[in-house]
């Protein structure tokens, strides 16, 4: 499944959504198409499940268990931006902007299953952190939001409209230190959890 997930992301990035038939995703992974109606009714039944397949490759459900609430949000974030801002993940991107007006539910789809669910993870991360007392009451869906903007907002739109733009990890890494500091008491006053989404 894993090959041929890799090969549908392929297919789908060189060719375009619109233009890829089943037939060349097929052909791509090196099976029948008959094979591949087994597994995927339809193209954008394939296309959701390779979505997916992002996910893990994040380790979202998988952040680090050592350390404090801050230590692992940090390590979590770190994660999501080697994945979000790779060049495969930068590509596919690309493929749903420039098909927004032929397929418009591949938007929704990479929101809902991209997005929402790394903004999911963060809040759930969020409920074990000490916020800065100024976020009192702010809803955490919010915050996570606002942290993932502060993350990857430069380097992601930069990655999607520059070709020649090279990602600097050791200023991102940088920005992540920032923006958990804006939004998290230090380390050492970290505890129990202040309120839930």
């Not at 060049?87 to 929402?116: H, K």
């Not at 074990?128 to 990857?152: D, N, Q, T």
């Amino acid at each position: 499944m894993t090959q041929l997930l890799a090969a549908a992301k392929d297919t789908f990035t060189s060719k375009g959504f619109a233009a890829t038939t089943m037939d060349d995703i097929a052909s791509a992974a090196g099976m029948s198409k008959k094979t591949l109606y087994k597994l995927f009714e339809s193209k954008t039944e394939l296309f959701r499940a390779m979505l997916l397949r992002s996910l893990p490759e994040a380790n979202f459900a998988d952040a680090p268990l050592e350390g404090s609430p801050v230590t692992r949000l940090r390590a979590m974030l770190r994660e999501a931006a080697d994945v979000a801002l790779s060049p495969g993940e930068i590509a596919l991107q690309r493929l749903i902007i420039g098909e927004r007006q032929a397929s418009p539910a591949l938007g929704r789809m990479f929101a809902e299953v991209i997005m929402e669910s790394g903004t999911d993870h963060i809040i759930e991360l969020l409920k074990a952190v000490r916020l800065e007392p100024r976020f009192e009451g702010v809803p955490l869906r919010l915050i996570a939001e606002m942290l993932f903007g502060m993350v990857f907002g430069h380097d992601h739109f930069r990655l999607l409209t520059d070709t020649d733009f090279k990602l600097n990890r050791r200023v991102l890494d940088r920005r992540i230190d920032l923006a958990i500091a804006t939004f998290c008491a230090p380390d050492d006053q970290a505890g129990e959890p202040q309120r839930t989404a």
